[in-house]
């Protein structure tokens, strides 16, 4: 049962336009949402966060769009560099379930110079 | 460097071999985390602990898994009698526990398991 979807596998981009990374989650109560950033032969790294109380947060080049109703959110960067090529995971995760954070497959995105 | 670690970074052994990782944490983190990363896939949540209490285990973990946090620091994650879909990377993450904090784990680097 996958509660965390990302559908696209890979999305490619030309630098300074902008990127669109997409999530779908099934378990409503999921209340906290987090984008995590992955290159080559190192783990996870956080990038960005948003509660189910808020529709939108914003950091630099990184905003996440979350639509409660639609169990959807999404990862916008604007504009795309070449050195935000890798994988970005989303993740999720419910107070009330003891913070166990439930992972996508993850999308590699390449940024074409 | 004050980041996660995991020990060691790759990992080869025999079928039915057991084997222990050890990953080490932020220090003032007080939630640990196993998980298991197979190619073309999420971290898949194995297990967690706050400080020493081992908190929660995946349905999906074999018995033949069994992980540890004595002393609410440094945790070891064993797998027994090894198995060839044991193969994949083994990430350990940290967290803390705070007022207004949310669940924002920082990953160590993981430990490469491959079976043969």
């Known amino acids: 049962d996958q509660q965390v979807k990302q559908n696209s596998p890979s999305l490619s981009v030309q630098e300074g336009r902008i990127s669109i990374l997409n999530c779908d989650y099934t378990?409503?109560?999921?209340?906290?949402f987090l984008w995590y950033k992955k290159y080559p032969a190192e783990g996870p790294t956080f990038l960005i966060s948003?509660?189910?109380?808020?529709d939108k947060n914003e950091d630099g080049r990184f905003t996440v769009f979350l639509n409660k109703s639609a169990k959807h959110l999404s990862l916008h960067i604007v504009p795309s560099q070449p050195g935000d090529s890798a994988v970005y995971f989303c993740a999720a995760s419910a107070t009330t379930g003891g913070f166990k954070t439930i992972f996508g497959a993850g999308t590699r995105l390449f940024v074409k110079a | 460097d004050t980041g996660v670690s995991q020990d060691p970074r790759h990992k080869i052994t025999k079928r039915g071999q057991n084997v222990t990782f050890r990953c080490d944490p932020i220090?003032?983190?007080?939630?640990l985390y196993w998980y298991r990363q197979t190619l073309g896939q999420g971290p898949e949540f194995l297990t967690y602990f706050q400080n020493e209490a081992q908190l929660e285990k995946s349905r999906l973990l074999s018995d033949r898994f069994s992980a540890e946090r004595p002393k609410g620091s440094f945790s070891t994650l064993e797998i027994q009698r090894t198995e060839q879909g044991d193969s994949a990377m083994y990430l350990c993450?940290?967290?803390?526990?705070?007022?207004?904090?949310?669940?924002?784990?920082?990953f160590g680097a993981g430990t490469r398991l491959s079976v043969l």
């Open positions: 993450a940290s967290s803390t526990q705070g007022a207004g904090a949310k669940n924002i784990q920082y």
């Open positions: 378990n409503s109560m999921f209340d906290y």
């Open positions: 948003i509660s189910s109380i808020k």
């Open positions: 220090s003032e983190h007080n939630r």
